[in-house]
């Protein structure tokens, strides 16, 4: 998945305009932010994983 694609997502899932990326720590990324772990190497698939995981409701229409 591309970084991109992850951020759509993550707007279509989370809202126009949502800090979402910046301020929720995940705790299977290692207590960092979605943007946080773009930024230490993550793939942004794997990112994705574990926001469906966390998210389930919010996530529901755009998972695997």
Request: glycine residues 6%.
């Given at each position: 998945m591309r970084i991109s694609?992850?951020?759509e997502?993550?707007?279509l899932s989370f809202g126009e305009?949502?800090?979402f990326p910046l301020d929720i720590?995940?705790?299977e990324l290692g207590s960092k932010t979605v943007n946080e772990a773009l930024?230490?190497?993550v793939e942004?698939?794997?990112i994705w994983r574990v926001v469906?995981?966390?998210h389930p409701l919010?996530?529901?229409k755009f998972r695997y």
């Amino acid at each position: 998945m591309r970084i991109s694609d992850l951020r759509e997502r993550i707007r279509l899932s989370f809202g126009e305009g949502s800090h979402f990326p910046l301020d929720i720590a995940l705790s299977e990324l290692g207590s960092k932010t979605v943007n946080e772990a773009l930024d230490a190497g993550v793939e942004a698939d794997e990112i994705w994983r574990v926001v469906c995981k966390a998210h389930p409701l919010e996530t529901e229409k755009f998972r695997y």
